[in-house]
């Protein structure tokens, strides 16, 4: 058996070696929320196969390169983002979903603020696009991307992530329009509030909205640190 | 370049196939719950670098096998069991993790019912240890073992998944028990037992304890049926 092809494997393992012929890729599923619409940061398809169809951003892992790394380095190089929420969400492993042969895919899940940080748009085919709007996609993209949406709807509820959509400075009014593009359903504002505010985590800027057709809310911010400090307790009790 | 040993590449597509040079594992957290103690079943390792150290239930993805089908084969091989709480938690694939090479592996978590599913022990190697006796383990199985541990932490406050682990018919006593194990924290009796049957969740069997050193409880089991209709109205709360 030749295995020079195989430059990774230890040949006191030969039984393994035929083991060894699957690829792997990260996909990243980057959202960005936009004028009361949640988008998410697709490409067309240069693949002979789905040539023109909505992909996702990802790539091939590199030999010699963390399944992690690879993530960060599909967000740098296709977007310029270089600190962002990205975090591991699933793996995608059906024998058919690639066309080239077996290839597992690690889905990411992503999120930015698009305002704090402009796209350095490297790459002209990147396009944000609303996620009610997409129907089909190259591969088994749209599963992926449902499977990260229904992720997070669930994390947003449990964890203060959804920061990361907004700017430093949001007007309690925006910060309930994110949660209900998200989860599709609408909240009374009162309660909404309320439970803002009970929350502890909410930091009165002193300033206004501005250039709003509506009335201008006070501007907030979230203390990061002050949740920190509560998450340390982590029992947040019976859910279900 | 040499292919045969690539069966799976469509040879158009050759500028991938140096990618093509991973293996692909499964590993499986097993957890089980046995008077008072939370296990996980583990084998002796038979790499030669690990030689008797702890190691997780696991093997190779297939070239034509799904790797959730995977997952549901090692299992079943390895146990004998068929039918049990069985999800994808994470995957891990950092470049030295394995010495024969670039070896990605996904992680599932499985509970399973200690007392009703009897291992048909086809391995006679297969140990149930407990969570808390384990210091180090063979490859990163260690830091999977946490990961899915942490899951399973949280998992059991959003989800009713912990009645995998009893038998059909339990008492409240117990249930308590296999919480305050999992979390490491203790509950306060009246508090715990208000909580679960506000949830309308818990069904009176009509029927006591036997065999039992302390005053003998009541049997409950769990509604999975209302439980699912109830699911449907997916939002929780804001929990953070």
Redesign the interface.
Known sequence: ??????????T??VE?????????SVDCVIFGYDKGVLNVLLIESDH?DYRGQWSLLGD??R??????AASYRVLRERTGLTDMFLE?V??????DRH????V?T?AYLSLVNVRDHQLKSIDNALQWRSVNDIDTMAFDHKMILDACLAVL?RKI????IIFNLLEKKFSLRNLQLVFEQI?G?SFDRRNFRK??FT?G?LVDQGEMERNVKHRPGKLYSFNREA?DQIKKK???????
Chains 1, 2 share one sequence.
Do not use: C, W
């Not at 393994?16 to 792997?24: L, R, S, T």
């Not at 982590?234 to 279900?240: H, I, R």
């Open positions: 058996m030749n295995t020079s092809v195989l430059p990774n494997i230890n006191d393992l393994m070696a035929p083991h060894f012929q699957f690829a792997h002979p091939l892992l030999p010699n390169e963390d399944l992690d591991q699933k793996t995608f492993g059906e024998v066309p080239a042969g077996r597992i690690t709807k509820q449990e964890e203060p989860l359903m439970k803002l929350t985590l949740y982590s029992f947040v009790g019976l859910q279900f």
